[in-house]
């Protein structure tokens, strides 16, 4: 393929974003999915924290969705374990409370949620914030990303000044070896 080819194909798609939601109702847990999935996001379901735990090991996500108020490990629970290990302490987590449960919003915010959604919702404001939520976490792994790379450059630089400061300072002391050996130049 020639340059102009090259240039001219499109580059694929990225995939769609996976979303991993967690309800232990299943009611609430087949609408989501359904919604979600006809929106276009991939979709991973669990109905327990356990699971979703799980789930997050077997697969890479871009975002999780749960019920702030589950049996076992809660929303917040399920948050802090996220924010508790290295690889997912920037997944986005946003957990869905009830308007009549004032305290959701600040005990999901206080465990690390990026964001609280309350009942009842727009799917359309849902989605709408899923996608801000994935896009600034992605924006956040290409700036780190960028900077770990100036990083490896300017270790790389700081070797190389290094490299040509030793040959340098060879060349310098063959130089006064040399001037030693020969005397002193008249002018």
């Known amino acids: ?17 996976r979303v991993l939601v967690v309800d232990p109702n299943k009611g609430n847990l087949s ?3 359904r919604r979600l999935g006809e929106a276009g996001y991939r979709v991973t379901a669990a109905e327990r924290g356990g699971a979703a735990i799980a789930e997050l090991h077997r697969q890479p996500v871009d975002l999780v969705l749960a019920e702030l108020y589950m049996p076992g490990i809660s929303g917040a629970d399920l948050t802090r374990m996220v924010r508790s290990i290295a690889k997912w302490r920037d997944l986005p987590v946003m957990l869905i409370t009830g308007k009549s449960r004032p305290n959701g919003a600040v005990q999901a915010y206080q465990a690390g949620a990026d964001d609280v959604i309350l009942k009842p919702f727009h799917f359309e404001v849902l989605f709408a914030r899923i996608d801000r939520r994935i896009a600034r976490a992605q924006s956040l792994k290409s700036l780190r990303d960028d900077n770990a790379a100036l990083d490896a450059r300017v270790v790389t630089r700081a070797i190389e000044l290094g490299d ?4 340098w300072l060879a060349s310098e002391a063959e130089r006064r070896r040399l001037e030693c050996l020969l005397g002193p130049r008249s002018a």
């Not at 393929?1 to 974003?17: C, F, G, R, V, W």
């Not at 040509?164 to 040959?167: A, E, G, H």
């Open 164 to 167: 040509m400061r030793d040959r």
């Open 1 to 17: 393929m020639d340059k102009a080819t090259a240039e001219a194909s499109p580059s694929p798609a990225p995939p769609p974003p």
């Open 31 to 33: 609408v989501l999915v």
